[in-house]
């Protein structure tokens, strides 16, 4: 970590957004994890994704458990609303959250220790009950911030920093949030930067659970060799299925797309993801298909990135049209409504008698 | 220039695989290919299909940086590389940020030779450099920071460089006692030489003395630094008019002569009227140095001073301190033509001056003999985009009232003791062809600097030619090539302390720029000689060197460590790093991070970086010497290392000449 504070100085043509606010604006506090970590790119790309989207930053809510990757969330966008919870329990205050004010954009940071080990249930649930928020998992395959004992991701075979080899199978985030029904999945690397915004703000613009699992190298305890969550690894063994670039509602389609090569999908406001395919046919609306490439590639210790699947809009049902939860805030609704009295008590105890 | 033989196959349009030469010259490699294919007369298609496929070729991508040239990161510390003399301006600020100002005072003598002098009245090039006003819109007040040096410094006695008892039997001549011999002299006796300093006045200094007024530069000043020369053991001989060069080295005394005698001569403004007028117009510098050797101490009550710039702003102001009520400064174009320093304005400015533009003197008007004023036409200019003037018309005349003018526009070399049979050649304008390296006119021996070289510049030039002509000097009385001089030299050290810990400051001090005190219009006008700057307080130069950015402490870059993580993208607070694919210069920059503002600056370019290939760009022009890359940076790929210019001075010659002779056993 370092002590030296990033100036307030900036480059005299950094551009503003809608809203008039530079991309310095989305940045926190000064991060305390190793120099070289890859969560702190991927707290970059977070900035990045909110000062492109033009996100008020009180309209966001930071949600994390514990862990590094659980730290950065104090990272990012410091004008935001943020819940540190407890180890591995961050999903049932983000539904808590989410069902209190469903007007704010949920941003959940978790790792893969809170997310696959302690949290592993409370993570199935998020997608089961499809909350609205954008959940990403900073995955490198390590406990980090207790010396480097190996998370329920390391890959079987793969060597820890004091040399002895994993020979448990991993879970893996992604095939377990296509079975569980995720409508957004996707896997980036935090070293990849023009692949991971789009995703981004496509998650924080998505309707329903979507989830990220990014590659996210531990410098200090997952670089050596032997890894499989290094950054040489990574980069060697990295192949990106589809290239989605993220269109707001506003903004016309500029890039010009060969024709049979591009596809687009619109998300609930008006925004749209335009998915372009490289290299083999991929089809990133088959969620069978996309278990199996993904399970293919995971065989040969490959990692296909990308938005690996993405559900048409109208095909699932969220959390907030299966609960009925009210558009309101329910801190803007009147005390009658919120505490209808023993009145009203009475006759919904009738129901049940 | 071909160094490999590569075999290019164009794709299509038919063409056969054949040789071709590698040109480093990107625009000249196509053309290599064609002249070395052997075919000649390629259609179009064909040449379509060539350029394609060589602008996907490895080696028309951008080369890495080669860092290990001094002028790499010499540039980047943007002061001491506009700097003539290349003062080393960070390291001296931060020796004044830690109250050693007599360091600070002894390392801007090694290059500037009067920290004390020019700390009040040099011309600055370093402060429009100075990368502070790119960051925000102030400079660092580089200038009055070493006034700060040299006002609070201790005794340097003994430590300035030990002039030898024992001579080299070399004589120099320097003609005129002003900052060029002055420093020729400086850099000569050390080494042992006997110099001789011929001044037509009765006081050393030359310029310095005579035309900037003791407001701006009080006497006792000026004679200390001037002292220090002298007590190294000058033979100054005042009061000599050399009024012919060739009975100076028909004398057979001196080994070399050095000219630097100034650019003496004002401009005169002939038209109508002048002559009859004569007794109120008179020529700024020559006025000037009436003023300053007390043989005028008056002026009339309205004053007009033709020209508006450094000389001008001189004149404007001594005339208020003689007794001018009224005085007007008259430009001929608008204020954006203006020659003067802008500080310089203000100072005039604030002391009521009235600057008026677009007038273009017509004619001296007499009433009764005497001078009653001046006819101007009034100007009115088209100007095009950039700010240039493209057509211009009289609008209107107009006259003002005047008492005296003093004519300020512009000054020259004038060299009538000069014979022209003397092997010294000369150039159309009837200067004398000096050598812009060497300072070595075309007969050898005879060396000009200063304003006699290459016509009006500052002090801070006239202190470099100097510098240089001290080292052809030196070469020349030991029979070495002129030109073969020691090239500049460049040391990088690591300011790595430990763990989060850097031997520099490097917060960045969000202050700005601190204003100099001024004396009360009310007091300063009291006396000529009552100098108008006060100087910074010590609270004042405390907070003014926390301005400085350190950008001598470099980033310096190992593209074989990097693994790529974004940490100092991420990081740097300016943007100025970019990790992208190689490719041309142009693809580079539209892939920068944040666009280059400065277009001039070129980027640092590292080799691939080992884990994809890609290149680590750098903007120099913005980067604020925070060291939060380095600083973020798991693998120390960056580092802040402190850049020291070894600039070459005489001492250097003579130490460099001394090793290579050869050892008597």
């Given at each position: 970590m370092t002590f030296i504070a990033k100036p307030?100085?900036?480059?005299?043509?950094l551009p503003p957004n809608a809203l008039g606010?530079?991309?310095?604006?989305?940045e926190g506090a000064?991060?305390?994890?190793?120099?070289?970590?890859?969560h702190d790119s991927i707290t970059a790309a977070i900035v990045e994704a909110c000062w492109r989207l033009s996100?008020?930053?009180?309209?966001l809510v930071k949600l994390s458990g514990i862990g590094c990757s659980s730290?950065?969330?104090?990272?990012?966008?410091?004008?935001a609303h943020g819940f540190n919870a407890v180890h591995g329990r961050m999903p049932s205050i983000a539904t808590g959250a989410n069902a209190a004010n469903r007007r704010l954009s949920y941003i959940g940071v978790s790792g893969d220790g809170d997310?696959?080990?302690?949290?592993l249930g409370q993570f199935c649930h998020a997608i089961r009950r499809n909350l609205d928020m954008l959940y990403i998992i900073e995955n490198n395959g390590v406990y980090g911030l207790t010396k480097g004992q190996f998370s329920a991701s390391a890959d079987i075979g793969s060597r820890a920093k004091k040399g002895e080899t994993n020979r448990q199978p991993p879970i893996d985030p992604v095939l377990l949030a296509l079975d569980l029904g995720a409508p957004f999945v996707a896997r980036s690397f935090s070293g990849d930067k023009r692949q991971l915004v789009p995703l981004i703000e496509a998650g924080l613009k998505h309707r329903g659970f979507a989830l990220i699992d990014i590659l996210s190298?531990?410098?200090?305890?997952?670089?050596?060799?032997?890894?499989?969550?290094?950054y040489a690894y990574t980069r060697e063994h990295y192949e990106p299925a589809v290239l989605a670039d993220f269109v707001p509602?506003?903004?016309?389609?500029s890039i010009d797309y060969p024709p049979g090569e591009a596809r687009e999908v619109a998300l609930h406001d008006g925004s749209r993801i335009v998915l372009r395919k490289i290299?083999?046919?991929?089809?990133?609306?088959?969620r069978t298909a996309a278990h199996a490439a993904v399970q293919a590639r995971g065989g040969s210790g490959e990692y296909l990135t990308g938005l690996i699947y993405l559900e048409a809009a109208d095909r699932h049902a969220e959390f907030h049209q299966v609960n009925a939860?009210?558009?309101?805030?329910?801190?803007?609704?009147p005390f009658e409504q919120l505490s209808p009295g023993s009145t009203a008590l009475r006759t919904i105890l009738a129901r049940y008698r | 220039m071909v160094d490999a033989e590569h075999t290019i196959c164009a794709a299509y349009g038919g063409l056969e695989t054949f040789g071709a030469g590698r040109c480093l010259n990107p625009s000249g490699l196509f053309y290599g290919i064609l002249r070395r294919?052997?075919?000649?007369?390629?259609?179009l298609r064909a040449r379509l299909a060539l350029s394609l496929c060589i602008r996907r070729q490895p080696w028309n991508l951008v080369d890495a940086?080669?860092?290990?040239?001094?002028?790499y990161y010499h540039r980047v510390v943007d002061c001491q590389w506009a700097c003539p003399a290349h003062t080393d301006v960070p390291e001296y600020i931060r020796l004044i940020a830690q109250g050693l100002f007599t360091e600070a005072y002894l390392l801007n003598r090694q290059s500037n030779v009067f920290p004390a002098i020019l700390g009040r009245?040099?011309?600055?090039?370093?402060e429009p450099a100075c990368r502070r006003g790119r960051i925000e819109s102030k400079p660092v007040a580089i200038c009055r920071l070493k006034r700060v040096a040299a006002d609070n410094r201790g005794d340097i006695t003994g430590r300035l460089p030990p002039v030898p008892?024992?001579?080299?039997g070399k004589r120099i001549a320097c003609i005129g006692a002003g900052c060029a011999s002055l420093t020729v002299a400086n850099d000569l006796l050390p080494l042992g030489y006997e110099v001789t300093i011929f001044e037509q006045?009765?006081?050393?200094?030359g310029l310095m003395r005579s035309n900037i007024p003791a407001f701006r530069l009080p006497e006792p000043v000026l004679d200390e630094e001037i002292g220090m020369i002298l007590g190294m053991g000058v033979e100054l001989r005042l009061?000599?008019?050399?009024?012919s060069l060739r009975a100076l080295i028909e004398t057979?005394?001196?080994?070399a002569v050095f000219v630097g005698?100034?650019?003496?001569k004002g401009k005169e403004l002939r038209l109508p009227g002048r002559d009859e007028a004569a007794a109120n117009v008179h020529i700024g510098i020559s006025w000037l140095e009436s003023v300053a050797f007390g043989h005028v101490d008056r002026i009339g009550e309205r004053v007009l001073i033709i020209g508006v710039g450094n000389t001008a702003m001189d004149c404007c102001r001594t005339s208020l301190r003689l007794g001018a009520r009224t005085v007007r400064v008259i430009a001929r174009?608008?204020?954006?033509?203006?020659?003067?320093s802008p500080w310089e304005l203000e100072d005039a400015e604030e002391e009521n001056v009235e600057i008026l533009v677009n007038r273009s003197p017509k004619a001296f008007v007499i009433d009764n003999g005497r001078l009653a004023g001046m006819r101007f036409e009034c100007m009115e200019y088209e100007l095009d985009a950039h700010g240039r003037i493209v057509a211009e018309r009289v609008a209107d005349e107009q006259f003002l009232p005047a008492d005296d003018v003093i004519l300020a526009i512009g000054q020259e070399n004038a060299f009538?003791?000069?014979?022209?049979?003397?092997?010294i050649a000369f150039d159309k304008w009837n200067v004398p062809v000096v050598?812009?390296?060497?300072?070595?006119?075309?007969?050898?021996g005879v060396f000009f600097g200063g304003d006699?070289?290459?016509g009006p510049k500052n002090i801070i030039w006239a202190v470099e030619h100097g510098h240089q002509a001290a080292i052809s000097i030196h070469r020349h009385c030991h029979g070495e090539?002129?030109?073969?001089r020691l090239p500049p030299g460049l040391n990088l050290q690591s300011?790595?302390?430990?763990?989060?810990?850097?031997?520099?400051?490097n917060d960045y001090a969000p202050i700005e720029r601190r204003l100099m005190p001024h004396v009360s219009l009310k007091e300063?006008?009291?006396?000529?000689?009552?100098?108008?700057e006060l100087g910074f307080s010590a609270e004042q130069a405390a907070a003014e060197a926390q301005?400085?950015?350190?950008?001598?402490v470099q980033t310096v870059f190992s593209a074989?460590?990097?693994?790529?993580?974004d940490a100092c993208i991420d990081i740097c607070p300016v943007d100025c790093l970019t990790i992208t694919s190689n490719g041309t210069e142009v693809e580079l920059r539209a892939h920068l991070?944040?666009?280059?503002?400065?277009?001039a600056q070129p980027l640092y370019v590292s080799a691939a970086?080992?884990?994809?290939g890609r290149v680590m760009v750098k903007d120099?022009?913005?980067?604020?010497?925070?060291?939060l890359c380095a600083e973020r940076c798991p693998t120390a790929a960056w580092d802040m290392q402190k850049s020291l210019l070894h600039w070459p001075h005489a001492e250097d010659e003579a130490r460099a000449l001394e090793q290579r002779k050869p050892k008597i056993a």
């Open positions: 307030k100085v900036t480059h005299p043509s606010l530079t991309r310095r604006a989305y000064l991060s305390t994890l190793c120099a070289g970590c890859g996100l008020e930053p009180q309209n730290k950065t969330t104090a990272y990012f966008v410091s004008g997310t696959l080990s302690i949290g190298p531990c410098v200090t305890f997952n670089d050596h060799e032997g890894s499989t969550k290094s509602r506003e903004q016309p389609i290299g083999a046919d991929y089809d990133p609306t088959d939860t009210p558009e309101a805030p329910l801190n803007s609704l | 294919s052997g075919r000649g007369g390629l259609g940086t080669d860092t290990s040239h001094p002028d009245v040099c011309d600055r090039p370093c008892r024992l001579k080299n006045n009765d006081r050393p200094g009061g000599e008019r050399i009024d057979g005394r001196f080994d005698s100034g650019a003496p174009k608008p204020r954006g033509f203006f020659k003067a009538p003791w000069i014979e022209r049979d003397l092997g050598d812009a390296r060497t300072f070595q006119s075309t007969r050898p006699a070289a290459f090539p002129l030109t073969e300011r790595k302390m430990g763990m989060h810990e850097w031997a520099y400051a300063r006008f009291k006396k000529l000689n009552i100098e108008v301005r400085c950015l350190n950008c001598d074989k460590l990097c693994i790529e993580c991070k944040a666009p280059a503002q400065n277009l970086l080992p884990q994809t120099e022009d913005l980067c604020v010497h925070c060291g």
